[in-house]
């Protein structure tokens, strides 16, 4: 375990568990309290920023004033991993608050090196203030409690899709037509297992954390096949930085698709510039097949990360063994099922790639629409907005209906979500209203479509950035 240093002297933080060890200065210290510029902050952060770079120097973040260096060891500790590296030379206020329990303030506070100058800190805007009210709001009317009896169901209904997809092909795998519809059936189990594992990842459900862990593994590892210490790495920067050119890896898709006219920047002199060409050229045209491997590219990449060569899997040996374990007993099940209920190899193997093909076009469509099209952001851009800011112009909501409230997994609710990624999907419509009324009262760009409308949007960015990139290719 992480024991925090209690004394007022300068404190040493040991973690045994990481084998960590800091020397650092309190406000008590003889050599006092260091006073960082906001130049200085930002000096600290690199073009580009990878695990090595920052074990080898100080990388400094802004929270509510005080400063905190995540470099060094700080990056081999951090449970939640590079994410953290997303935040350097910003104030990351917003991003702490969203995602750490209030006692991680006391782990953090083994971090810290200073503070800001007093003519640095900005007094908190008019936005700010509303956004903490309802923050404040939201605690104390209960929208952060979940309905245990409302996940149970949820857990019950996807559960019974896995079931009836199997007792599908049991009665009728010999048939094609049977096949093809236990495939459909088990799709939309892989599509609504992601949803729940989705909201168990984000601590949605269980005020233990672990509990939340335990249960996404079961649900993501052993009923969908996906590693959620893999998607956890790659989508908590994704909520970190959204729509971030070069910080986003959601929209570092090259060299099969481009979302921006930033992805174009070196665009002619990539090594695999010949496929880049012909796919972006294309991309509007492309985009709905591609969709379609989606979820089998992922399946995949869950696989490598859990090899056991992978270099992933150091820093928590039992939580990985777990992982393994779920993912093997998943294909178990899965290719079990496929090989033993229907009469010939042909017959299983278009179940599991027809399974395959039909939940990524389903997982895809969902993902798609929740970002893609919507404004993308240097770097520089994105450090003139605040952590809620960006969560809500760079996101898409979809109209709640019935349909798309199940269809989506509550993801229709995209831009509540990404502001406050730990309230139940149960509550995101008694927060929705809310949000969007303070978006307009501060004239913040809210935007709200149909779904079939959000697609259109979709690949007409992708028709614009195609065209942008045919002229550059004839240059």
């Not at 960590?20 to 920023?49: D, H, M, Y």
């Not at 605040?386 to 109209?399: F, Q």
Request: net charge neutral; charged share 15%; proline share 5%.
């Amino acid at each position: 375990m992480c024991q925090p240093p209690n004394s007022k002297q300068n404190a040493r933080f040991t973690c045994s568990e990481h084998k960590v060890t800091i020397l650092l200065p309190t406000a008590a210290s003889p050599i006092g309290v260091r006073k960082f510029t906001w130049a200085e902050i930002q000096k600290s952060a690199p073009n580009k920023i990878d695990l090595a770079t920052a074990a080898a120097q100080p990388c400094y973040v802004a929270i509510h004033g005080k400063v905190y260096d995540l470099g060094g060891e700080f990056v081999s500790w951090h449970p939640g991993g590079a994410v953290a590296l997303s935040q350097i030379g910003n104030d990351a206020s917003a991003a702490f608050d969203v995602f750490h329990l209030a006692a991680t303030h006391e782990t953090l506070a083994n971090f810290y090196v200073g503070d800001l100058l007093e003519t640095e800190v900005k007094k908190p805007s008019a936005w700010a203030q509303d956004i903490a009210e309802l923050r404040d709001l939201m605690d104390k009317t209960g929208m952060y409690k979940s309905d245990k009896l409302w996940y149970l169901g949820k857990v019950a209904s996807t559960g019974s899709l896995a079931l009836l997809s199997i007792g599908i092909l049991y009665l009728w795998g010999h048939t094609l037509l049977g096949v093809l519809t236990a495939a459909t059936v088990m799709a939309f189990f892989f599509q609504q297992s992601g949803w729940l594992a989705h909201d168990f990842a984000h601590h949605q459900v269980f005020s233990n954390r672990l509990h939340n862990t335990y249960a996404a593994y079961i649900i993501g590892n052993l009923w969908q096949g996906f590693s959620v210490a893999w998607w956890k790495h790659k989508h908590s920067t994704h909520h970190s930085v959204p729509n971030v050119h070069e910080a986003d890896p959601d929209i570092d898709t090259l060299p099969f698709l481009a979302w921006s006219e930033y992805a174009l920047e070196g665009f002619a002199d990539l090594s695999d510039g010949a496929l880049a060409k012909f796919m972006v050229a294309y991309q509007p045209i492309i985009y709905f097949p591609l969709l379609s491997f989606a979820r089998l590219t992922w399946a995949i990449q869950s696989v490598l990360w859990n090899l056991p060569n992978s270099t992933k899997l150091a820093r928590f040996p039992t939580l990985n063994r777990i992982e393994q374990v779920a993912i093997l007993g998943h294909y178990t099940w899965y290719l079990g099922a496929a090989f033993t209920l229907t009469p010939n190899p042909l017959y299983a193997l278009i179940f599991l790639l027809s399974s395959q093909c039909i939940c990524g076009f389903l997982l895809a469509a969902v993902f798609s629409v929740n970002h893609n099209g919507m404004p993308v952001y240097t770097p520089e851009q994105s450090k003139n907005m605040d952590y809620y800011e960006l969560s809500i112009v760079t996101g898409r909501n979809v109209e709640p209906t019935m349909f798309n409230n199940w269809f989506t997994g509550g993801l229709n609710f995209q831009i509540e979500h990404h502001m406050f990624p730990t309230i139940p999907r149960h509550n995101l419509p008694r927060v929705q209203a809310l949000v969007e009324s303070l978006c307009k009262k501060h004239n913040v760009p809210y935007h709200t479509t149909s779904l079939m409308q959000g697609l259109a949007e979709v690949v007409g960015r992708l028709a614009s950035v195609a065209g942008k990139a045919r002229k550059i290719s004839k240059q």
